[in-house]
């Protein structure tokens, strides 16, 4: 099953190929900078603030287990 992060990714491969089929330069070259933007901001950044969440909360309850 693929991840989100990779069905992401091949939609804007995707697109990029588009745009830079029909816009060789400059706005082919504005629209990878906003995909690689968003690819940050929309799967990878909250993925690992879910994680980072996770792993507090089970930091807490293995200290609370030792004491």
């Known amino acids: ?3 989100k992060e990779q069905v992401f990714d ?3 491969l995707i697109v990029l190929l588009f745009v830079w ?9 504005l629209w990878q900078l906003v995909s690689m933007s968003m690819s940050q901001l929309l799967v990878k950044l909250p993925f690992s603030r879910e994680m980072e969440l996770e792993a507090d909360a089970v930091g807490l309850t293995m200290m609370a287990k030792v004491f």
Do not use: V
């Open 21 to 29: 089929a029909t816009f060789p330069d400059a706005a082919a070259f």
């Open 10 to 12: 091949t939609l804007m």
């Open 1 to 3: 099953m693929l991840s």
